[in-house]
């Protein structure tokens, strides 16, 4: 993995390429979230981070500024609609509005259906599906008028492989990642003519603070084999991955990502 800086890749009167870019990443205290902004700040974007820990928030700021780079933390849960909408409202006062939105907030938690965990399937449902919407009816317009202006923008969605194959007991969390990526083909075909690219991204098993949600003993059992038969995915493996889609050229979009484990079968 590239543990380069900025500096090392470019002369100081080169622009890095996401230089001028916004980017707004929800789910950015922990895991991916956090390794993509760490990234996309790397790459020149000044980043806004999202969630609800304001201490983790504040120790990511701290650390992408050190690294050179510019960041804006906002402490708010992607569920509270109107949290959301007032985050969007700061982003546009302050940065001008953000063309880059990378939705990650999400939970998972596998159980055997017969268990009726119904509190744990609408915490799925809420983060997952609903949380995601929150962040899309808020950063959207930003993207739509981004775009038409400087004649690109991102919508990157972070689904998962459970949206394709079949794990028992993942049911929920599966069917709440096929919504994320069957709504990011729709989205695509929607926002694409306007030059919001919208991708999503479906990691294998990546080792995250994901895993530490998990409460089933079978799912547990299940994630700790796993980790002695594999290398997991890192965070910074997806990072890298969300950087590179956003500096492809305007015309390509890489609408669906696959990203597995060398290891991982399924």
């Given at each position: ?25 929800t ?5 991916i ?8 700040a790397?790459?020149?974007a000044r980043?806004v ?8 928030l ?8 050190k ?6 933390a906002?402490?708010?849960d ?22 880059l ?15 009726l965990?119904?509190d ?21 317009p ?8 400087r ?12 949206a ?5 007991n ?21 926002l ?12 294998g ?18 994630l700790?084999?796993?980790?002695e038969?594999?290398?997991?995915l ?5 990072a ?6 956003a ?18 079968a399924?």
């Amino acid at each position: 993995m590239s543990t380069n800086t900025p500096s090392q890749h470019h002369s100081p009167t080169q622009a890095l390429p996401l230089t001028g870019r916004v980017a707004v990443v929800t789910g950015a205290s922990s895991g991916i979230g956090e390794a993509s902004a760490e990234r996309l700040a790397a790459l020149g974007a000044r980043v806004v981070v999202l969630a609800r820990r304001a201490d983790r928030l504040a120790e990511l700021v701290a650390r992408i500024e050190k690294n050179g780079g510019s960041a804006l933390a906002i402490a708010a849960d992607v569920t509270d609609a109107a949290a959301l909408r007032a985050a969007a409202a700061r982003v546009e006062a302050e940065l001008g509005g953000a063309d880059l939105l990378l939705n990650n907030a999400g939970v998972m938690l596998p159980a055997p259906i017969e268990e009726l965990a119904a509190d744990q399937w609408q915490r799925q449902i809420d983060l997952n599906i609903s949380g995601l919407m929150n962040a899309i009816g808020a950063f959207t317009p930003q993207l739509v008028r981004a775009a038409a202006a400087r004649g690109v923008a991102d919508l990157i969605n972070t689904s998962s492989i459970a949206a394709q194959n079949i794990f028992p007991n993942f049911a929920v969390y599966s069917g709440t990642k096929a919504y994320v990526t069957h709504l990011s083909r729709h989205l695509r075909a929607e926002l694409g003519a306007k030059k919001v690219r919208v991708s999503a991204i479906e990691p294998g098993i990546v080792g995250t603070e994901l895993q530490s949600h998990v409460t089933d003993r079978g799912a547990l059992d299940w994630l700790a084999g796993s980790k002695e038969t594999m290398e997991w995915l890192t965070a910074e493996d997806v990072a890298e991955t969300v950087g590179f889609i956003a500096t492809l050229p305007p015309r390509v979009n890489l609408q669906q990502v696959t990203i597995m484990p060398t290891g991982q079968a399924a």
